[in-house]
């Protein structure tokens, strides 16, 4: 068989959708090496990740035949036609206007349509833009991918696609999160970003929808002995966090961390003592995994699909209630027995995220789109 995905954000991107991309891609390899997989991107970012990505054994780059700003929403098809791709798979909520006239079977990841639920997070234009792709991927596409049960719900809702043409999918992390650390990578790794000796962990880009603010309002209620420590890109909304950290007089309780390299993120998973994530809605949480693998207990807001990363062995509260945010803190930093379990239980959920298990599920589904064409 041989697959083409859409590979912009696996060559380019070292975050999200760039790290769903190539772990994705780099599962079917391994898992199912009879394949050929094809990465088409309009250009590749130079990088000792993506470079390992690409020299993956089967997968092959493709760049542009004739470059253009319409390649990947035209062009591309001709590419794919030369190269004999039997499937196509827009691994970010697109894929090629057209396709399905082509003769080419297509598939499309949908991740969230945040920005239908909540509009008031994007550019007037970014929302058209991004409306115009999934809605017609939707359509057009032979079958839909959805990262999570609530961002199926949400397509259903939001372009009244038909249930039986969506298949949940989940997502796993990097394997490198899977094994512990070494005393001396981990020691190596507190070193280098002058961590504290005990922190509660955040991972994620500092934006209104993460909702950071409401566990630095929750900090002063938090044991003292515990600092909190910030991993992400930050944008404008950082400054309102800042003003409230200045406010509570938390500036020597919050540890702010950015363009920390991805292998030195599961030792920072590993020496938390737990992971807090208040995000107000995602399409799945990738870190919730991250944090489960890494074996820390996981206190997460209730409202979107974070109840499906973490589990029913994590914490849930209302994304904005930072009283019962703290004190939910409190208690899993306080009973070493509720930790304990959280830990072992969150690990044992977890396995259903498997490497193995989404790539054959993947593959299950590729196999009935070609199968249901030729019949």
């Known amino acids: 068989m041989k697959i083409g995905f859409d590979g912009?954000?696996?060559?380019?991107?070292?975050?999200?959708?760039?790290?769903?991309s190539r772990s994705l891609i780099a599962q079917l390899a391994e898992f199912f090496p009879q394949n050929q997989y094809f990465v088409y991107s309009p250009k590749i970012k130079e990088h000792p990740q993506i470079r390992h990505f690409l020299n993956l054994r089967g997968i092959q780059a493709e760049l542009p035949d004739q470059p253009g700003l319409l390649w990947r929403t035209s062009g591309i098809?001709?590419?794919?036609?030369?190269?004999?791709i039997e499937l196509f798979h827009g691994l970010s909520h697109e894929i090629p206007l057209g396709i399905q006239n082509s003769g080419i079977r297509s598939m499309v990841t949908i991740h969230d349509l945040?920005?239908?639920?909540?509009?008031?997070?994007?550019?007037?234009i970014d929302r058209f833009i991004y409306k115009l792709k999934a809605r017609y991927s939707c359509k057009h596409a032979d079958k839909i991918v959805a990262i999570s049960e609530c961002t199926k719900r949400d397509i259903i809702e939001f372009f009244h696609t038909d249930p039986d043409k969506i298949e949940v999918i989940y997502q796993s992390c990097d394997d490198s999160f899977?094994?512990?650390?070494?005393?001396?990578?981990?020691?190596?790794?507190?070193?280098r970003n002058n961590l504290p000796?005990?922190?509660?962990?955040?991972?994620?880009?500092?934006e209104t929808r993460k909702n950071l603010l409401t566990l630095v309002k929750a900090l002063p209620e938090i044991d003292p002995d515990y600092q909190l420590v910030v991993v992400g890109k930050r944008t404008a909304y950082t400054e309102l966090v800042y003003k409230e950290i200045d406010r509570l007089g938390l500036k020597d309780r919050v540890h702010f961390l950015q363009n920390v390299p991805f292998d030195e993120l599961p030792s920072i998973y590993q020496m938390a003592s737990a992971f807090i994530y208040p995000s107000i809605y995602e399409g799945f949480g990738i870190p919730i995994i991250e944090a489960l693998y890494s074996g820390v207990p996981v206190i997460a807001a209730t409202g979107s699909c974070l109840e499906e990363a973490g589990g029913e062995n994590s914490l849930y509260v209302a994304p904005f209630d930072h009283?019962?945010?703290?004190?939910?803190?409190?208690g899993v930093l306080n009973d070493p027995t509720l930790a304990?379990?959280?830990?072992?239980?969150?690990?044992?959920?977890?396995?259903?995220?498997?490497?193995?298990?989404?790539?054959?599920?993947?593959?299950?589904?590729?196999?009935?789109?070609?199968?249901?064409?030729?019949?």
Not at 178 to 191: A, F, G, L, M, Y
Not at 201 to 206: D, E, K, R, S, W
Not at 346 to 358: H, S
């Open 77 to 84: 098809k001709k590419q794919l036609s030369k190269d004999n």
């Open 114 to 124: 945040i920005f239908l639920r909540f509009p008031k997070y994007f550019g007037r």
């Open 323 to 330: 009283a019962t945010l703290a004190t939910a803190i409190n």
């Open 197 to 206: 000796p005990k922190y509660i962990l955040n991972v994620g880009t500092i």
């Open 178 to 191: 899977k094994s512990p650390s070494s005393e001396k990578v981990k020691q190596d790794t507190r070193t």
């Open 340 to 375: 304990e379990q959280m830990k072992i239980k969150g690990l044992e959920y977890v396995q259903k995220f498997d490497t193995r298990v989404i790539a054959e599920d993947l593959m299950k589904v590729y196999t009935q789109v070609l199968s249901s064409h030729q019949k």
């Open 8 to 20: 912009k954000r696996a060559t380019n991107n070292l975050t999200g959708l760039g790290n769903y």
